[in-house]
């Protein structure tokens, strides 16, 4: 199972990207997926998770600018992320919650890199 992140960079304070992460492999069913980030000298912490009942749960430092989506056929998720701000300068790692070959896991993605500067 790999999960492959994509759609980071540099963007202005007040600006958007939006991140993708795709799921392959042998799986048979996600149950939650998610991203996280991590800046320099901290630690990793939550952004934002979707079950695969479509339930969410926000950071609060990120509610009303950040939006997270799925797709369960195309095994994809989504964030947008608008009114991005230079806090929100980090690496962002995809996550997943599933079943697959090796039974119920969490995997992580590489990291994709944010950075929002003037």
């Known amino acids: 199972v790999q999960l492959q992140a994509s759609g980071g960079g540099l963007v202005q304070p007040g600006g958007s990207l939006r991140l993708s992460c795709v799921a392959s492999g042998s799986i048979f069913s996600i149950n939650t997926m998610g991203w996280y980030r991590q800046a320099p000298g901290k630690q990793r912490e939550l952004v934002a998770v979707i079950m695969r009942g479509g339930n969410i749960n926000y950071a609060d430092s990120v509610k009303g600018r950040f939006t997270i989506s799925r797709d369960n056929v195309r095994r994809t998720v989504w964030l947008q992320m608008n009114s991005l701000k230079p806090g929100d300068t980090a690496a962002y790692y995809c996550?997943?919650?599933?079943?697959?070959?090796?039974?119920?896991?969490?995997?992580w993605g590489q990291g994709t890199l944010v950075t929002v500067s003037s």
């Open positions: 996550h997943a919650h599933l079943y697959g070959g090796l039974g119920l896991k969490q995997y």
